[in-house]
């Protein structure tokens, strides 16, 4: 198993003077691999946060080990995969599910991070007492989990030893997974209370409910694993957008090395930050790299997959918006809200040409990049690159004609019909 | 090639601010002027914050509602590119129905992208009076969903006849409510409201642990102290200028 790990300040950070509150790691020492990533919540109330992200991911490390040290395998043994969403209040009600002799060890496990985090981070603060100004931020001074709270992050964790593997989640993130057919998801259940700026935290309460996890000891194994923090999935809004950039990340291991993939998400991060979330950043990822090269064509198309996909939707809105202009003739009146809605549609149709021009040009891409077995042909539909046939220009209202009716509506003599 | 080539652009997040503005007739004339006139104004001060904010870019989606509820347009659009149409007065007051498509389009097959790079929307409701259909039916809906509850929700109660229990429900706080008493204050008032929610609304950090709502009303609060014939519901002023005029 080879790693990638990198974390960085974004660009809000820098512009505030706040350190970086996210920390990750990866290691593949003695046939286990494990990555750990924390995200410190960024409100003025956890202004330890950083100490606190840093403290998890080490005191998960070591928890870990013992547990993948001490355990008996064999209760691995045949699993399939198995997910499990946090301990809401549904599930709760629901109790539908019978705890596995897996799942009681996870949560001791998960008992003992929570255990662990909290007596280092209260000898944190006992070696490190609070200031003036930081006991003004604390806002529950009565609570008893209070000195927690200024430390308050998230958690993700993804291990893989000889005979099984597991990953599990506390709070916001995501944890993405690649198989040997070349498919993503995201095999750990989200928790819906993570919502926008919300989230779950090893600092609640009940922080020992809110972990969600999954686990497998039948043979199969993801061929990759990426943990990121919020900051990156916040960059890209969709998750597809989110595997199309791993895939370019193990397409630059595929064609270069680690090195250099670890030198470029180094380099990538904080440009992320500065056009996307502006949040802190963090990866961690763990990959086999024997299998890399053979999932790689896969890969290659999926991205291509999912272009087509997209220039499938872009064509249908293509369509809708033609089909609203050709409804106008230049022979006829319009209202000033008719010209205004051809105006968007005419609008509309040319960023949409713009866009499939330029997801064209990546399927093309994507083709060139596939091996010589498979098909190179350039992608062509019926609907074309174009806006515009002479006959469609004679029928409907051009875009000029749309601007000089409307500059005319807008004369204060045509107020009445607006 | 670098790891940004073939990646989709990066979007800057997305907040959205939706105008929901009563129609009813007894908004014909003055009320109903003023709100197009204001709204109309205030959309260029939108698309400056959102070109020079680089935390996210704001969209603009406006529901009327008399005997019914219509969208301006069927999908929010850029600040820089909404053209308002200007709006009429007739008609019942149909705020439960208005919830109801509320709640429709406030989801991910409605007007809403994913949460991840998305900011909490702003939701400006204008009213003069009281609801006439089932708006605790069309309320209990909308409370539930996810993206209203974060929401920033603002509520300009036009005059001393609108129901301001309805819109105190509405934002779930009587200090979200502020009432004006004339053309000049409800223009001025709707300038305000939409120009700082979509300031705070749009920016990723917040000021401690305070919610963008409550920056909202604090700013808003403060403002309403310079606008003759404004109030904050929860912080009314006795003032001549207090009593409604829209003429």
């Known amino acids: 198993m080879e790693k990638l790990v990198h974390f960085c300040q974004g660009e809000s950070h820098k512009a505030t003077g706040k350190v970086c509150q996210d920390y990750a790691m990866c290691s593949t020492d003695n046939g286990i691999a494990v990555a750990v990533l924390s995200d410190g919540h960024g409100g003025s109330r956890y202004f330890r946060s950083d100490v606190g992200s840093k403290t998890i991911v080490e005191c998960t490390f070591k928890k870990v080990m013992g547990f993948v040290e001490n355990i008996d395998s064999s209760i691995f043994e045949g699993?399939?995969?198995?997910?499990?969403?946090?301990?809401?209040?549904?599930?709760?009600?629901?109790?539908?599910?019978?705890?596995?002799?897996?799942?009681?060890?996870?949560?001791q496990l998960f008992k003992s991070i929570i255990f662990g985090w909290r007596t280092m981070v209260e000898q944190h603060a006992k070696e490190n007492p609070f200031t003036d100004e930081e006991l003004k931020l604390i806002t529950d001074p009565q609570d008893p989990h209070s000195i927690d709270k200024t430390y308050g992050c998230t958690l993700m964790c993804y291990v893989r030893t000889p005979m099984y593997w597991f990953a599990f989640h506390l709070g916001d993130g995501k944890c993405f997974s690649f198989d040997g057919d070349g498919n993503w998801n995201?095999?750990?259940?989200?928790?819906?209370?993570?919502?926008?700026?919300?989230?779950?935290?090893?600092?609640?309460?009940?922080?020992?409910?809110?972990?969600?996890?999954?686990?497998?000891?039948?043979?199969?194994?993801?061929?990759?694993?990426?943990?990121?923090?919020?900051?990156?999935?916040?960059?890209?809004?969709?998750?597809?957008?989110?595997?199309?950039?791993?895939?370019?990340?193990?397409?630059?291991?595929?064609?270069?090395?680690?090195?250099?993939?670890?030198?470029?998400?180094?380099?990538?991060?904080?440009?992320?930050s500065k056009i996307g979330s502006q949040d802190d950043m963090s990866v961690a990822c763990l990959y086999d790299e024997k299998e890399l090269e053979f999932i790689l064509p896969k890969l290659i198309l999926w991205q291509r997959s999912n272009v087509e996909k997209q220039i499938a939707a872009v064509n249908e809105k293509i369509l809708v918006a033609k089909a609203k202009m050709s409804k106008y003739s230049p022979l006829k009146f319009y209202t000033k809200k008719e010209?205004?809605?051809?105006?968007?549609?005419?609008?509309?149709?040319?960023?949409?040409?713009?866009?499939?021009?330029?997801?064209?040009?990546?399927?093309?891409?994507?083709?060139?990049?596939?091996?010589?077995?498979?098909?190179?042909?350039?992608?062509?539909?019926?609907?074309?690159?174009?806006?515009?046939k002479e006959e469609e220009k004679r029928q409907t209202l051009t875009a000029e004609q749309i601007r000089k009716r409307l500059r005319v509506l807008s004369h204060p003599m045509y107020k009445f019909d607006i | 090639m670098g790891l940004l080539d073939d990646v989709v652009s990066v979007p800057r997040r997305t907040m959205t601010l939706f105008f929901v503005i009563d129609t009813s007739g007894s908004m014909a004339g003055n009320k109903?002027?003023?709100?197009?006139?204001?709204?109309?104004?205030?959309?260029?001060?939108?698309?400056?914050?959102?070109?020079?904010?680089?935390?996210?870019?704001?969209?603009?989606?406006?529901l009327e509602f008399s005997s019914g509820c219509n969208w301006l347009y069927d999908e929010p659009k850029l600040a820089s590119e909404f053209v308002w149409q200007d709006v009429t007065a007739s008609g019942l007051t149909s705020l439960g129905a208005a919830c109801q498509e509320l709640n429709t389009k406030l989801s991910r097959n409605g007007f809403m992208q994913t949460p991840s790079g998305s900011f909490a929307p702003a939701i400006i409701l204008l009213s003069d009076g009281g609801p006439?259909?089932?708006?605790?039916?069309?309320?209990?809906?909308?409370?539930?969903?996810?993206?209203?509850?974060?929401?920033?929700?603002?509520?300009?109660?036009?005059?001393?006849?609108?129901d301001k229990d309805v819109l105190t429900q509405f934002t779930g706080?009587?200090?979200?409510?502020?009432?004006?008493?004339?053309?000049?204050?409800?223009?001025?008032?709707?300038?305000?409201?939409?120009?700082?929610?979509?300031?705070?609304?749009?920016?990723?950090?917040?000021?401690?642990?305070?919610?963008?709502?409550?920056?909202?009303?604090?700013d808003v609060t403060e403002a309403t102290k310079?606008?003759?014939?404004?109030?904050?519901?929860?912080?009314?002023?006795?003032?001549?200028?207090?009593?409604?005029?829209?003429?």
């Open chain 1, 79 to 107: 699993k399939p995969f198995t997910a499990v969403s946090a301990l809401t209040t549904e599930r709760k009600e629901e109790n539908l599910r019978k705890n596995s002799k897996v799942d009681d060890q996870l949560n």
């Open chain 1, 186 to 272: 995201e095999p750990i259940p989200w928790d819906e209370r993570c919502f926008l700026n919300k989230t779950t935290s090893i600092c609640d309460t009940d922080a020992l409910s809110e972990f969600r996890y999954c686990y497998q000891g039948n043979g199969d194994y993801p061929v990759a694993v990426f943990l990121a923090s919020d900051g990156l999935d916040d960059s890209f809004g969709e998750s597809y957008n989110q595997a199309n950039f791993y895939i370019q990340i193990l397409k630059l291991i595929a064609n270069t090395s680690n090195n250099d993939a670890q030198k470029e998400i180094e380099d990538t991060l904080p440009q992320l």
């Open chain 1, 339 to 388: 010209l205004i809605e051809a105006q968007y549609a005419q609008t509309d149709i040319e960023r949409l040409f713009i866009s499939k021009r330029e997801l064209v040009t990546k399927y093309n891409r994507f083709t060139s990049e596939l091996p010589s077995t498979s098909s190179h042909a350039d992608y062509d539909d019926e609907i074309g690159l174009y806006e515009y």
């Open chain 2, 32 to 62: 109903i002027g003023a709100v197009n006139d204001a709204v109309e104004n205030v959309l260029p001060m939108l698309d400056e914050i959102s070109a020079s904010n680089p935390d996210a870019e704001i969209k603009v989606a406006a």
């Open chain 2, 132 to 162: 006439t259909d089932d708006f605790y039916g069309g309320l209990s809906k909308l409370k539930a969903n996810n993206w209203f509850k974060n929401a920033i929700k603002i509520a300009i109660a036009i005059g001393d006849d609108a």
């Open chain 2, 173 to 218: 706080t009587n200090e979200a409510v502020f009432t004006v008493h004339n053309i000049d204050a409800l223009k001025q008032i709707i300038q305000v409201v939409a120009v700082t929610s979509s300031q705070i609304g749009s920016k990723s950090s917040t000021a401690g642990d305070t919610t963008k709502q409550e920056q909202v009303i604090k």
């Open chain 2, 226 to 247: 310079d606008i003759n014939g404004a109030q904050s519901e929860a912080a009314p002023v006795n003032s001549t200028d207090n009593y409604d005029d829209w003429d």
